[in-house]
């Protein structure tokens, strides 16, 4: 009997466990609608920041803007977007593995690495490395973040590439591109890229104001943003694919888990009945 | 009439044709409307006006609290490109009197220059929403 009282008890407490992930698969499969329907709104935006640089181009040297002056190379600073949380599949280990590869490189051709994280668990990795800086900290952005979010944080970008502090920045993040697949990626940020792609229609009538210069610094501004910000919403609606792949598989391995459990349980019940009745009519034999 | 497009980081605001729309730039408030020359200009924090016919009162202007961007005018067509827009209606002004208390009291605890910038830009950012709610009221 011992034994099926203990059956009974692991069956329950897997079914509990099901219960959490399967209640966690749900969870991570609403935020992920969001935030996948969130990241295609950036487009917009992106496209026209695009078209304004394109058309300043054909004006002011775009190239002789300070963000946009490549140097030789230095410090390297990676923005590295994990969750604050674990249970995501290989969400955070992707992007882990792909810093660890690119310090690696780093220390090779003598380059100096440092760390900007965003999410408690690159905050945790980066602060065990030896030799390799973490610039700041930050704590996640929760699932709906806001432009006055990335705002300090682009600015400090911003601030140290153009004192020279880093001569690179690269964002490492989960590219989205499907429910299915995720991948880790770096996109490099700054030294900021722009090639004019097509001939536009002459700017010579239009106006600027207050200048060139000063209009330039803003579409600058708004393209880095766009970027940071685009890599972090996709970052997040992978996380929360990823999440809700993990939490579905950890369902399916509980159910195979009560299944196997439940038959066991029945033999162990089935042969403890057998054995009684054996011995009931063992009995009934030697009162004969 | 000019075209009007509002576009954010959270997706096109407004995409509209209107008569008349009156923005914050750096160099002051300008209003722009059809046949307005080219342009391109910057935005500062402020608020946005939007007449959508020439015979709206002044009281049917609607308007929307942004915290800076860029500006562009060509062929009857404004692109406004900024962080963020909130339209007057989506301001709960009793939530925004609150975090702008909040961020006066971040400003005043302040310890470095980050912080400090951090909470001047709440402190910007939230005035201008009151500023859009109090519009608002003013005219219902």
């Known amino acids: 009997m011992a034994n099926t009282i203990v059956l009974k008890r692991r069956i329950g407490s897997v079914k509990n466990t099901k219960q959490i992930t399967k209640a966690m ?100 990795f980066a602060r065990r490395l030896e030799g390799v800086d973490l610039v700041a900290a930050y704590d996640g952005y929760g699932d709906q973040p806001t432009s006055n979010d990335v705002r300090p944080l682009l600015s400090s970008l911003s601030e140290m590439y153009a004192d020279k502090k880093v001569d690179d920045v690269q964002i490492l993040y989960t590219e989205f591109k499907s429910n299915i697949v995720q991948i880790a990626k770096s996109l490099s940020l700054l030294p900021a890229r722009f090639e004019a792609t097509e001939n536009v229609d002459s700017l010579a009538q239009v106006t600027f104001e207050p200048s060139v210069a000063e209009v330039l610094d803003s579409v600058t501004e708004r393209l880095l943003e766009v970027q940071l910000w685009q890599a972090l919403l996709e970052s997040l609606a992978s996380e929360h694919s990823m999440r809700m792949m993990a939490m579905k598989s950890a369902t399916d391995n509980a159910s195979d888990l009560i299944d196997d459990l439940t038959l066991a349980f029945n033999t162990a019940r089935q042969s403890a009945i057998t054995q009684e009745l054996a011995e009931i009519t063992g009995g009934a034999e030697a009162m004969k | 009439m000019i075209r009007f497009e509002l576009v954010t980081l959270g997706g096109v ?40 016919k020439a015979s709206d009162k002044d009281d049917m202007i609607e308007y929307y609290a942004t915290n800076g961007g860029v500006i562009e005018v060509a062929n009857d067509v404004l692109r406004v490109l900024v962080d963020e827009a909130d339209n007057a209606d989506d301001i709960n002004e009793q939530e925004a009197q609150k975090a702008f208390d909040y961020a006066h009291k971040l400003k005043l605890e302040a310890k470095d220059q980050v912080s400090l910038e951090h909470a001047q830009g709440m402190i910007d950012r939230q005035s201008v929403r009151l500023q859009v709610a109090g519009l608002k009221r003013r005219h219902r």
């Open chain 1, 25 to 124: 698969e749900l969870v991570a499969a609403s935020k992920m609608r969001r935030a996948q329907e969130f990241a295609q709104h950036g487009r917009a935006y992106r496209e026209a920041a695009y078209s304004l640089l394109t058309r300043l181009s054909a004006i002011t040297e775009v190239n002789d803007h300070p963000l946009f002056v490549k140097r030789n190379i230095k410090t390297r600073l990676y923005v590295v977007i994990t969750s604050n949380r674990g249970l995501a599949g290989s969400y955070n280990s992707n992007v882990i593995r792909l810093l660890a590869k690119a310090i690696i490189e780093d220390n090779k051709s003598g380059v100096k690495s440092q760390i900007i994280a965003i999410g408690k668990q690159a905050a945790q």
């Open chain 2, 13 to 52: 605001k407004f995409g509209e044709d209107v008569y008349e729309v009156l923005l914050p730039t750096l160099e002051g408030q300008i209003g722009v409307m059809p046949g307005h020359m080219p342009l391109i200009s910057v935005a500062t924090h402020g608020v946005i006006g939007v007449r959508r």
